[in-house]
């Protein structure tokens, strides 16, 4: 009893994607016609892989067992193909790269979108995440993170050698107020507070002179996205605690006022990041030699992009 490759490929791909209606599209097939193909797959191993309702789609525990053992397999044929391809002149196909919502703002229009105008055959989708996520088991070619959240086992290119979160608010909301000249003066002001990923409260941090500490700072509003808190900021609702690339056209043109600047050193910046176990295809090695030749254009900056 045999299931065709683009049986296998329907069904991990339903399996990272959880739903017939998304992986349909990423396949190019209708949603009916995934379905039967997998219903018909599952009738002749007389075995049930997805449980199926009108809301939600779920590996069996079979299926779990099942796309468990085949996913070496697909992922080897997948790499063959692309060693077999990497012979033409330039790359082609789709790069899938996940990325954080502020990393995806900081490289898009310098990195990504120049990546698409030298190589115009080629397709890009980028998936925002805040929270980290496995980029080989979720499909992805690639991922831009800080260097700090880069797993281990991974390949990481800087892109941005440096960067560094800043305590900025409006003239508006500093009108009046004293400016605060330590981080526990935060305690007296309101503070546009980030909710995490993991549900939990940030705590902006500080450094000086080898004193740190984490402040669980006040205030009226809290948010779970850099650009909603930068907007937030910008209306005067309070002081905001946000990366300098986000908020140095703001602070330049006088929008933003920059406060406790001696208490946020820079740390190690944005990354590229893919996987050393897998073969490198044509298309990744683009991108990297892109990301290289932008920092090399660049070096003596503070920012490469």
């Not at 998936?127 to 390949?155: C, K, S, Y």
Request: overall charge neutral; some cysteine; charged content about 25%.
């Amino acid at each position: 009893m045999k299931a065709s490759l683009s049986e296998l490929e329907a069904v991990t791909t339903i399996a990272r994607l959880g739903g017939f209606r998304a992986a349909a599209r990423e396949l190019g097939v209708s949603s009916s016609a995934l379905s039967h193909a997998v219903s018909a797959l599952e009738a002749r191993l007389d075995v049930r892989l997805f449980n199926r309702t009108t809301r939600s789609v779920a590996l069996t525990a079979a299926g779990e067992a099942f796309v468990a053992e085949i996913m070496p397999a697909l992922a080897a044929i997948d790499s063959a193909v692309e060693r077999a391809t990497d012979s033409q002149a330039r790359p082609t196909g789709t790069l899938r790269l996940n990325t954080s919502p502020g990393a995806a703002r900081m490289v898009l229009r310098p990195l990504l979108l120049e990546y698409l105008r030298r190589y115009p055959q080629m397709a890009m989708e980028v998936v925002t995440d805040n929270a980290l996520v496995d980029i080989v088991a979720q499909g992805f070619d690639a991922g831009f993170r800080l260097a700090e959240a880069v797993p281990p086992d991974m390949i990481a290119v800087p892109i941005v050698r440096q960067a560094r979160m800043i305590v900025v608010g409006s003239p508006d909301y500093l009108r009046g107020r004293a400016v605060p000249l330590r981080p526990a003066d935060l305690m007296e002001h309101q503070c546009i507070r980030a909710r995490m990923a993991s549900g939990r409260i940030y705590r902006w941090e500080f450094l000086r002179h080898g004193e740190s500490m984490e402040i669980d700072v006040p205030g009226p509003l809290t948010l779970d996205e850099s650009g909603l808190i930068l907007e937030a900021a910008l209306c005067g609702v309070g002081l905001a605690y946000l990366s300098d690339y986000a908020v140095r056209e703001d602070v330049v043109a006088g929008r933003l006022v920059q406060v406790l600047d001696d208490w946020t050193p820079p740390y190690d910046g944005l990354c590229l990041y893919f996987s050393g176990r897998r073969h490198v295809p044509a298309k990744l090695r683009a991108l990297i030699d892109l990301v290289r030749e932008l920092r090399s254009a660049n070096d003596g900056q503070e920012m490469m992009l």
